[in-house]
């Protein structure tokens, strides 16, 4: 009987992918901050917190468990549905960019009386990093609400400051892909990374200028310091979840993890290979070890997104703030033109082997 | 203007080089640097396991001394108290009665002995001013409390464990310094 003309089983594998990613990303998430505290302490020749569990490792649940515990504070002079709002949006559009990411390639299913090949990939489709784009500048909105509705100036200084940024970086940020595009010839998350793996060759040893572009500007869209205005601590009293307590400011913190994830799964597609193993022709493999190839390609991914997180982290725990009038300096005034000579660059060279040049 | 030091460094006001202002280069050293930092000795320690040893003048709370027999050596003379000079001690004296000698050293002895924790600025010249070895300042520091009351430390809490009866406590309590006893 079919019940309609659907594919039930599509859906429900598909549904299964999504509770797996969301969850897995939320895990990530909470053990960013063990290793963010973790890693800030070594870079300080300290400890860290070591507490809770071995090495502290139940110290993300014992810090979750505080934020629930909180007292809830809506101020009286805010807007109380925006207010609300603003951390709900930021955790949605943080959670919402993670479907189009390939996290490994297809497995091959066969079990319940069922033959079907899954793909690691919630949604394959082909404007995935328009999608991208499209979400993440959605996320500015979380800043801004918050901000806005906190009806408090540091807090609206910040969601300000957020927006602008959010808006400048995001321009160089385009420009830099499209170079990325010219080259692959496709949006197609999934076949961008197939296309690196045929070829061997990571993107980024074709696009080293994009790639810098894209990995500042992806600290700038993650409020990252060096860029962290919208949130400096010590100008703006965290800015703009100063209003903010309990689980809605851990929403806010959660967020800012979660786009670290996957802004560093994005890097690690476009620019390094997504889930291709180095130095293995990973078709050959898995005719040999079958369904395990994905599992290895899932860890091959997951390796390159621990590297990015801890760079994220690395530079947070090196580099001071910028002052707003750098912060737009660099964007407007050199990554932007940095970013229009690597995309005319790019086209120069590319016509230039389709008409026949060697180099 | 004459320079008071000869330590003084001029500002330097060069434009910045073509690779510092790149800023690239420069975040690039400063991230080996913080790197570095990854694998140096961590200057904190896991503090309730762990614990850094004392200066050896530390000066923590006091302990009220017994000799080699376990007899109080405090005669009560009262020399500490004019010593402190934060007035934190009180005593008052008694008399040794015939079937007490094993327990005080003299024929006088401190019955009551009282050192106000909260006055006490732990100067050691208690210690220095006692003429018979009866009173020392330990390596344990004050304790954290509720009540005011409770920081006014009388003799039951001053005294040094029995070192006849409970030779494992007055060790401890000894610490790691010489106490002549």
């Known amino acids: 009987m079919t019940l309609l003309a659907l594919d039930w089983v599509l859906l429900a594998e598909k549904l299964l992918l999504v509770i797996v990613i969301v969850s897995v990303s939320l895990v990530i998430a909470m053990y960013e901050t063990y290793a963010e505290r973790k890693i800030a302490a070594v870079i300080q020749d300290r400890i860290g917190p070591d507490r809770a569990g071995p090495f502290g490792i139940f110290q993300p649940l014992a810090d979750g468990l505080k934020l629930f515990m909180k007292e809830e504070i809506i101020p009286n002079t805010s807007n109380k549905f925006l207010f609300i709002l603003g951390p709900c949006l930021a955790m949605t559009t943080a959670m919402m960019t993670s479907a189009v990411i390939p996290w490994g390639s297809a497995i091959h299913f066969t079990a319940f009386g069922l033959d079907r090949i899954v793909n690691l990939q919630v949604a394959d489709i082909n404007i995935g990093i328009l999608y991208i784009f499209g979400v993440v500048s959605l996320g500015v909105y979380g800043i801004m609400i918050g901000g806005w509705s906190s009806n408090n100036k540091f807090s609206l200084i910040a969601a300000l400051r957020g927006a602008s940024q959010m808006i400048s970086y995001e321009l160089a940020m385009g420009l830099s892909l499209i170079a990325l595009l010219m080259l692959t010839g496709s949006l197609r998350l999934g076949e961008i990374v197939q296309q690196q793996m045929q070829r061997g060759v990571w993107n980024v040893f074709y696009q080293p200028l994009g790639f810098l572009i894209f990995i500042v500007c992806a600290f700038a869209e993650c409020n990252r310091t060096p860029f962290d205005l919208p949130e400096a601590e010590n100008e703006l009293n965290f800015g703009?979840?100063?209003?903010?307590?309990?689980?809605?400011?851990?929403?806010?913190?959660?967020?800012?993890?979660?786009?670290?994830?996957?802004?560093?799964?994005?890097?690690?597609?476009?620019?390094?290979?997504?889930?291709?193993?180095?130095?293995?022709?990973?078709?050959?493999?898995?005719?040999?070890?079958?369904?395990?190839?994905?599992?290895?390609?899932?860890?091959?991914?997951?390796?390159?997104?621990?590297?990015?997180?801890?760079?994220?982290?690395?530079?947070?725990?090196?580099?001071?703030?910028?002052?707003?009038?750098?912060?737009?300096?660099?964007?407007?005034?050199?990554?932007?033109?940095?970013?229009?000579?690597?995309?005319?660059?790019?086209?120069?060279?590319?016509?230039?082997?389709?008409?026949?040049?060697?180099? | 203007m004459e320079a008071l030091t000869n330590r003084v460094k001029p500002v330097e006001r060069k434009p910045m080089t073509w690779v510092e202002r790149l800023y690239l280069w420069n975040i690039f050293k400063g991230m080996l640097i913080t790197f570095k930092h990854i694998f140096t000795k961590k200057a904190t320690i896991r503090y309730p396991e762990q614990k850094r040893a004392f200066s050896p003048v530390f000066r923590g709370l006091h302990i009220l001394n017994r000799d080699e027999q376990g007899r109080e050596r405090c005669t009560s003379c009262g020399l500490c108290a004019v010593a402190c000079p934060a007035e934190a001690i009180t005593m008052e004296a008694a008399e040794r009665k015939p079937e007490e000698i094993d327990k005080y050293r003299e024929e006088k002895y401190a019955a009551k002995y009282e050192i106000n924790m909260l006055r006490c600025i732990f100067c050691g010249l208690c210690e220095e001013a006692c003429p018979k070895d009866a009173i020392y300042l330990t390596e344990t520091f004050a304790p954290a409390n509720f009540q005011r009351q409770t920081f006014i430390y009388g003799k039951q809490d001053l005294l040094i464990p029995n070192p006849v009866t409970e030779p494992e406590l007055y060790a401890k309590a000894a610490g790691g310094r010489v106490i002549k006893s």
Not at chain 1, 242 to 259: D, T, V, W
Not at chain 1, 306 to 318: E, H, K, P, Q
Request: charged share 10%.
């Open chain 1, 240 to 359: 703009y979840h100063q209003e903010y307590s309990s689980m809605k400011l851990g929403f806010y913190l959660f967020a800012e993890y979660i786009n670290m994830f996957i802004s560093s799964a994005i890097m690690a597609t476009l620019f390094f290979g997504g889930y291709d193993i180095p130095f293995v022709n990973d078709a050959a493999l898995g005719q040999h070890i079958g369904n395990w190839l994905s599992i290895l390609q899932f860890a091959c991914l997951f390796i390159k997104i621990a590297a990015f997180i801890f760079l994220f982290m690395w530079v947070r725990w090196t580099i001071p703030r910028f002052r707003y009038d750098q912060l737009m300096n660099l964007g407007w005034r050199n990554l932007i033109p940095l970013a229009l000579a690597n995309m005319v660059i790019t086209g120069a060279l590319i016509l230039g082997k389709q008409s026949g040049w060697h180099f």
